[in-house]
C-alpha cells in the first residue's frame, strides 16, 4: 500500500491489477483502498479478469457470461462506476475472441468500461479482436530476456492496429538486478527459482552471464544507474520513448519497495540521456546473448498465444 501510495505520488496514473490477484480478491480490495486515499480521478485503473486459480494452476474462462460476472464484481469491490481498461486475462480456444470483444464492447457503450485490452494474444487474435472494437492494449512479456513478440508477428499486429503494448517481465521477477547475481541456492526468490524454467539451477548459471555483461557496461561508461533501470531504460528506449514519436511500448514494472520505485524512476529520466553509441553497444550485448529457459513451464505457456 505505502509503495501505491509513492507511485501515485510520483505521478504514476496507471495502476493494473486482476479479479484473481490474491485470495478473495485481495488485489482489487487493496486498489479500492487506494481509490478511496487518493481519488477516482487521479487513476487509469486497469483490470484483468477471467482466470481462476485452481489445484493444477490458472483456468481462463473468458464467454459473455463471464465478462458480465467479472465487471459486476469488479465495480462492487472497487466501489467505482467504470473502469478504464477492462482485460480479458487469456485468449482461450473455447470463446472466439470476436464474442469476448462484443461483450466487451456493449459494457464501453454502457460505460462500465472505457477501453478494452488483450493480454497474450497472438497476432491473429489481435487482428480479429481490433476488427470488432479498438483495443488499447496488449499485456505481453516483452524486454532484455524476452524479445519473441518482435518475431513472431505480434508487435507488428500492435503497431498496424495501434495498440500499445504494455511489457511485464520486464525485470524477469527481480533476476535483473543486484539480486540476480547471487548464487542460485540464494537468490531470495525460491518461487521463482522453482516455477520458471529459466531459474531452474543451470539456465540460472547460463543466464547470470548476461548480468555479468550488463553489470560490465555500466561499469565500463561509469553510469549512474542499476542492471534493472538499465532493462526498463531499454524498454522505454525501444518503445519510442525517447524521441515521443512512436511510443508502442510501455513497461508495465511490478515492485513491492520504494527503493525499486525510486529506481524505475531513474530509470525514465535516464532513457533521454543514453547516448546513440550506448544504445547501440547495449542492444548488440543483448542481442548477443542466448537466454536459456522458456519465460513460463509448459503447462503455462500451453495458455499462452503466440
Ligand atoms: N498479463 C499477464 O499475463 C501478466 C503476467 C504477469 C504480470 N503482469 C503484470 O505485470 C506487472 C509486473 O509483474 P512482473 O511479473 O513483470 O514482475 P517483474 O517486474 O518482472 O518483477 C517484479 C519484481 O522485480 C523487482 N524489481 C522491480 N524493479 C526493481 C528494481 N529497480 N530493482 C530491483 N528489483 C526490482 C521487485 O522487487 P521488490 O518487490 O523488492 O520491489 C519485484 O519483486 C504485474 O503487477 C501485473 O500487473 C501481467
Redesign the pocket.
Known sequence: MA?ILAAVERGVRLL???TY?GHDHHGLKLLAKVIKRVGREKLVL?V?FGGTITGKGMEHHVGRKDVRREIETTLAVLGVEYVDIF?P??VTPETPIEETVDELKALVQEGKIRAIGL??ASAASIVRASAVHPIACL???F?PMETSIEQNGILEACRKNNVLV?A????????L???GLSPWDEFR?AASRAFYPRFHKENYEHNQGLLKQLQRFIEQRQLDI????LA?AWVMRRGGYATETDPRIMP??????T???E??IK?ANFVSLMSQLDADALEQTLRAFEIRGQRYPPHVMRGVEQ
Open positions: 509503495t493494473d491489477s486482476a490477484y486497469s484483468k482485460v486475462a487469456r493480454s497474450e499485456q505481453t512479456e524486454g504494455l511485464y517481465g520486464v525485470v524477469q521477477h527481480g533476476f538486478s543486484h539480486k526468490d542499476s542492471i534493472s533501470a526498463v508495465l514494472l511490478g515492485m513491492r519497495t527503493r525499486s520505485l529506481d524505475n530509470a
